[in-house]
């Protein structure tokens, strides 16, 4: 059997996503499978072809890679391939799909409003009767905290926009909950555990996500065991909403009553050396081996139904 490792891609998280797909390859070489590391293009469906692999583990991160595309592009071409499929990525990708999707399943999410590109001056004409201050501003379709910020006045929240719709024609516009972020790991339909993630900075964004040494991580987190079980549940509830498969993690915020409300779901979590869905695998006895063997396992199984 042969094992392609899809990683790089085109979106601005090519660079994680290079070095998340570079520690898979190794754990898979390590494991003595027979693996080749693909780093993803426009010019992918060749490749495939050329490589003629077996199963593809996919560690690609935003855009294509994880909305859906390369998903449908791998079952057209009848390669079986890790994680979700096309219809559960691409709504976990699309922000405003996902928290609609929580809604309808009773799964809390911070109070939130979609402003797209055309309605912006309306939507700051309006302000105080749809959003207060502070509130967080994100583009719809994009991971990895890409393009996200925290307005405090209304300057601040049009540059965030400015900032938001560099990435898209959409932006989410939610409310601020000050709190302790709480992020859940599900393995083959079940929830693993979790961590606490304490920014340095006190903004868990980009640069505190891949630069070590400006996070520290709290496993397992020091909260109440029901309301750590609590809190697992909900994580796997809002997995199984979208229909996600194989490995994902789910991003949540506890805010100062121990409320929680659910901010995604990441369905190709990060595997570089400060990614939490390894360090999360590490409290049910996953190495980092055996969590990237467990992973495509699962995908071949999936396969075989």
């Known amino acids: 059997m042969k094992v392609g490792v899809i990683a790089g891609g085109v979106s601005s998280e090519r660079e994680v996503s290079l070095r998340s797909g570079t520690a898979v390859f190794n754990a898979l070489k390590e494991l003595g499978y027979n693996v080749v590391f693909i780093d993803a293009d426009r010019n ?76 912006i001056e309306a939507f700051l004409d309006s302000l105080s ?60 339909g079940r929830a693993l555990g979790g961590v606490e993630v304490k920014p340095k900075k006190g903004f868990y964004d980009y640069e505190a996500k891949y630069t070590k040494g400006l996070t520290e991580y709290i496993l397992p987190p020091e909260i109440d065991k029901s309301l750590y079980e609590k809190l697992k549940e909900l994580g796997l509830k809002a997995h199984k909403a979208l229909g996600c498969k194989g490995g994902t993690r789910v991003d949540i915020i506890l805010d100062k009553e121990n409320n929680p409300y659910v901010l995604e779901v ?19 006895g996953y190495d980092f081996k055996a969590l990237v063997r467990e992973i495509l396992e699962l995908a071949l199984k999936e396969n075989e139904k």
């Not at 294509?64 to 709504?91: C, F, H």
């Not at 990441?266 to 049910?284: F, V, Y």
Request: negative net charge; charged residues 25%; hydrophobic residues 40%.
């Open 44 to 119: 992918i469906c060749q490749r495939l072809g050329e490589e003629k692999i077996d199963v593809a583990f996919l560690v690609l991160h935003g855009g294509w890679g994880e909305n859906g595309g390369i998903q449908g592009m791998l079952e057209v071409m009848g390669i079986p391939y890790t994680g979700s499929g096309i219809l559960a990525s691409s709504m976990a990708m699309d922000k405003e799909v996902t928290k609609k999707i929580f809604l309808y399943h009773g799964i809390p999410v911070p109070p939130f409003k979609v402003v797209r590109r055309d309605e």
């Open 129 to 188: 009767q749809i959003i207060s201050f502070p509130c967080v501003v994100k583009p719809a379709e994009e991971g990895s905290s890409v393009g996200v910020s925290i307005a405090r006045d209304k300057e601040e929240l049009n540059i965030s926009l400015i900032e938001a719709f560099k990435y898209g024609d959409r932006a989410i516009v939610e409310k601020f909950i000050e709190g302790r972020e709480i992020h859940i790991g599900v393995l083959g």
């Open 266 to 284: 990441n369905t190709i979590p990060g595997m570089t050396e400060t990614s939490l869905l390894p360090k999360i695998a590490q409290l049910e």
